[in-house]
């Protein structure tokens, strides 16, 4: 696809007249950028919190009793963790699908109150067998909402607003680990000084019934432009058309383009998602689901985890809003601050590795917290999706794919930490911190395909002698015609 795309589309819009824009003037645009941000950030911050305290409710059962009330044995309870997300990458490519086909705000809204429902019955269970059906469903009903979510921020945002919206909600995770961290805290203080029901069953109904809760309230309020009631009519056509300089698509449902399907697997994008997102979420899998017995293993008691882990969520919230502001003030510094946040734990985990098992636990839990900053790369990389992923199938696959590939990191994740190696765990945390090594050599890779591919379309617009100006113009048009990030040779990465 040469410059000749170019002029052909320049010459197809100067025939067309059917091509308007909505026009807003500043203050209007920001008067619904606000109300926008106060419907949907809440909603999204709020479910995403609840959807992480869920998914660690086991790490935070299991130093309650849950390993010895379920009578679990030797790899149970890492089994635990790989069904859940066994389910999730199962059911990823089914739920992307469907995200496309059903309204977007009610699916999510009960995908929430499904799973809400589940850790409740988590509660319930007695034995393995029990904990392994109810951990694989909750997979299948979560694995909606990342991606759900990024879909609602490309129907709303423009590219500028992406990724601190984005960061936003996906903070989430270090702020209701927090919030909820110390709220457990007390549920089972209160639970074990009761002597009443296990302190870990009590967790998982509250946080079960919160989410239900939660849900319910999205399914009134959470939806694309066209599904909210909290907008006028002159208000949805404005929020469309303040989108379409994004090159990317409305965000609404459209008919499966089985063309987009085969052009996502020539695209090195998706190759790139996939690779970085297994390498990325290995680390992930490991320590969500055994950091509670890291610091167990520094020499802290069972109640005393949850309260100096809360240092690390603090720390890891503080580097969000950094890398946010950052980006937001210095879009080009995005994959230098990917690269960036994972030196820190590479450095902490090798170190914890190699001290003798006499170090100091202080030292230890000094070094641990270094890890507050490796989440960080994994979402900045899922908000490339809206930002550099055009056409609304083309996006489905992609995200479904990056999804399964969150879930295989996971998968391997979990089975990193062996019961043989207890209590120290050397060989995991050893192994964890090769693969940030490995991770930032395909965060320099991917820096620079995107940069190749940008230089090599500023040539072809130059070379067909299309103004900046008419660039917009032809990526403008090319969205709403749904065309792909590179049938749209107008379009330029973000990186």
């Given at each position: 696809m040469g410059y000749n795309n170019l002029v052909d589309e320049k010459t197809s819009l100067e025939n067309k007249s059917t091509v308007v824009s909505i026009p807003t003037s500043p203050s209007d645009d920001d008067k619904l950028l606000r109300r926008i941000d106060m419907f949907l950030m809440p909603l999204l911050c709020v479910?995403?919190?609840?959807?992480?305290?869920?998914?660690?409710s086991l790490s935070s059962g299991v130093v309650f009793g849950l390993r010895t009330d379920t009578h679990l044995i030797g790899q149970q309870y890492a089994w635990l963790s790989t069904l859940f997300y066994l389910?999730?990458?199962?059911?990823?490519?089914?739920?992307?699908?469907?995200?496309?086909?059903?309204?977007?705000?009610?699916?999510?809204?009960?995908?929430?109150?499904?799973?809400?429902?589940?850790?409740?019955?988590?509660?319930?269970?007695?034995?393995?067998?029990?904990?392994?059906?109810?951990?694989?469903?909750?997979?299948?009903?979560?694995?909606?909402?990342?991606p759900g979510f990024l879909m609602v921020v490309a129907s709303w945002y423009k590219r500028s607003e992406m990724t601190s919206r984005s960061l936003w909600w996906l903070s989430m995770n270090t702020v209701f680990s927090s919030f909820f961290g110390l709220v457990i805290y007390f549920l089972a203080k209160h639970a074990q000084d009761s002597g009443g029901l296990a302190a870990w069953r009590v967790i998982n109904l509250f946080l079960g019934?919160?989410?239900?809760?939660?849900?319910?309230?999205?399914?009134?309020?959470?939806?694309?432009?066209?599904?909210?009631?909290?907008?006028?009519?002159?208000?949805?056509?404005?929020?469309?058309?303040?989108i379409t300089s994004n090159g990317t698509g409305d965000g609404g449902r459209r008919e499966w383009n089985w063309k987009q399907v085969r052009e996502c697997f020539r695209d090195p994008q998706i190759w790139l998602f996939f690779s970085f997102n297994i390498i990325a979420t290995i680390p992930s899998g490991s320590l969500a689901t055994f950091g509670p017995l890291v610091y167990v293993?520094?020499?802290?008691?069972?109640?005393?985890?949850?309260?100096?882990?809360?240092?690390?969520?603090?720390?890891?919230?503080?580097?969000?809003?950094?890398?946010?502001?950052?980006?937001?003030?210095?879009?080009?510094?995005?994959?230098?601050?990917?690269?960036?946040?994972?030196?820190?734990?590479?450095?902490?985990?090798?170190?914890?590795?190699?001290?003798?098992?006499?170090?100091e636990k202080w030292v230890k839990w000094?070094?641990?917290?270094?890890?507050?900053?490796?989440?960080?790369?994994?979402?900045?990389?899922?908000?490339?999706?809206?930002?550099?992923?055009?056409?609304?199938?083309?996006?489905?696959?992609?995200?479904?794919?990056?999804?399964?590939?969150?879930?295989?990191?996971?998968?391997?994740?979990?089975?990193?930490?062996?019961?043989?190696?207890?209590?120290?765990?050397?060989?995991?945390?050893?192994?964890?911190?090769?693969?940030?090594?490995?991770?930032?050599?395909?965060?320099?890779?991917?820096?620079v395909y995107y940069s190749h591919e940008n230089t090599r379309r500023n040539r072809e617009q130059a070379a067909a002698g299309i103004s900046t100006e008419e660039n917009d113009l032809v990526n403008e048009h090319a969205a709403r015609e749904d065309k792909t990030d590179l049938e749209n040779r107008s379009f330029r990465y973000v990186c």
């Open positions: 479910t995403y919190g609840l959807q992480y305290s869920d998914k660690t389910g999730y990458m199962l059911a990823e490519f089914p739920m992307s699908t469907a995200l496309q086909i059903f309204p977007l705000g009610k699916f999510l809204a009960i995908t929430a109150i499904v799973w809400g429902g589940l850790v409740m019955c988590l509660s319930a269970c007695q034995n393995f067998t029990q904990l392994a059906v109810i951990r694989f469903l909750l997979g299948v009903s979560e694995s909606a909402i990342t019934a919160c989410t239900v809760f939660h849900g319910c309230i999205l399914f009134l309020l959470l939806g694309t432009p066209d599904e909210v009631r909290w907008l006028t009519a002159a208000q949805k056509e404005a929020a469309k058309a303040r293993s520094f020499g802290f008691t069972n109640l005393e985890t949850i309260i100096y882990a809360l240092p690390n969520s603090a720390m890891a919230l503080g580097w969000f809003l950094f890398v946010a502001l950052t980006i937001q003030k210095f879009p080009s510094m995005r994959f230098p601050l990917m690269t960036f946040s994972v030196l820190p734990p590479f450095i902490g985990l090798l170190s914890i590795g190699l001290l003798p098992d006499s170090t000094g070094l641990y917290n270094m890890t507050s900053t490796f989440t960080v790369p994994t979402l900045l990389a899922w908000t490339l999706i809206p930002l550099n992923v055009a056409g609304r199938t083309k996006k489905t696959v992609i995200s479904g794919s990056t999804f399964i590939s969150y879930s295989v990191g996971q998968l391997i994740g979990t089975q990193v930490f062996r019961a043989s190696d207890a209590p120290r765990y050397i060989k995991a945390l050893t192994a964890i911190s090769i693969v940030f090594g490995v991770q930032i050599l395909v965060t320099v890779a991917w820096k």
